[in-house]
């Protein structure tokens, strides 16, 4: 193999064999590669570079320097822009809302009934059902925009949760269950199949989720719940890696810097008893 020892190095060895070695998805390795600064946010960007240095032993702290100083320097052209997509004129406003209220009842219904032939096994349809519903009801209470990639992925969504999901007495009466499986600087999540995931800050409650093929990066700056639609991923930091193979949806917490597998019942235990 090929040895890289600087950024031309990877520029040079192509989008395709970095792919298949980092799994991170071709468009993105191309952006990277092509230094399309205004194009990728800065936590995707420092990922994908992280993964580049741990994957290829090689430094890139100067590509990232000169990606920090494009962003100073162009504070305007990396402001979000407003989207178009979803707004409607102040005519058809109501009707909109309307629209979108009667289906968070038919959804929250259908979740009810869902939910309740449940079995400790967690239900993927149930899941995605909860998670639409609060998807739309954050769309029709903030109006905000959904920006949807070139490549028909989910981006990432953030909804706030009023009341923080930690509770340190409420934690401390939880049963710890959980196994250790990778601590590090850099907690990466590389799923083998497209996955939807989502991830719940424990410290402010806000929620993220997303279907995606692409590498998750994980900050373990902070503490996290977070739970996987199917386990078939390989779980990696610049110590070791850890490979799964579950089709079924997998939990896990990362606190201080250590991601543990749980089950559903502690999930849903520091989730103020919640699965989502």
């Known amino acids: 193999m090929k040895q890289c020892n600087t950024f031309e190095d990877l520029q040079a060895l192509g989008t395709e ?23 990728i946010g800065r936590v995707q960007f420092m990922g994908y570079i992280s ?10 702290s100067e590509i990232k320097e000169e990606y920090t ?4 320097n162009n504070v305007n052209i990396l402001t979000p822009k407003q989207s178009v997509i979803l707004q409607s004129t102040s005519n058809s406003k109501p009707k909109w809302v ?43 209470n903030r109006a905000e925009d959904v920006n949807i990639s070139e490549n028909n992925e989910t981006n990432i969504t953030t909804v706030p949760v009023v009341s923080p999901v930690v509770n340190n007495e409420v934690n401390k009466s939880i049963p710890t269950v959980s196994k250790a499986l990778i601590s590090g600087k850099e907690i ?14 424990m410290a402010s409650g806000e ?11 994980i900050d373990p700056t902070k503490d996290w719940l977070i ?25 896990f917490i990362c606190e201080k810097g250590i991601l543990k597998q749980i089950n559903e019942k502690e999930f849903i235990q520091r989730n103020g008893g919640k699965n989502w």
């Open 207 to 217: 929620k993220v989720q997303s279907i995606t093929s692409d590498p998750i990066i």
């Open 98 to 140: 309307a629209a979108g209220i009667a289906l968070i009842i038919i959804l929250m219904v259908g979740g009810y009934f869902l939910q309740g032939n449940m079995s400790t096994e967690p239900r993927e349809e149930v899941m995605k059902l909860t998670t639409l519903a609060v998807e739309v009801m954050d769309d029709a």
């Open 69 to 72: 100083a494009f962003c100073q």
């Open 17 to 39: 064999k970095i792919h298949e070695r980092t799994h991170i998805s071709r468009d993105k390795v191309d952006l990277v590669l092509a230094k399309s600064y205004s194009e």
């Open 227 to 251: 739970v996987l639609g199917h386990g078939r991923v390989e779980i990696g930091s610049s110590e070791n890696k850890k490979v799964f193979n579950e089709k079924n949806s997998v939990h």
């Open 51 to 60: 993964i580049f240095e741990r994957e290829y032993g090689i430094d890139l």
């Open 188 to 201: 990466t999540i590389y799923p083998t199949f497209k996955v939807w995931y989502g991830m719940i800050n």
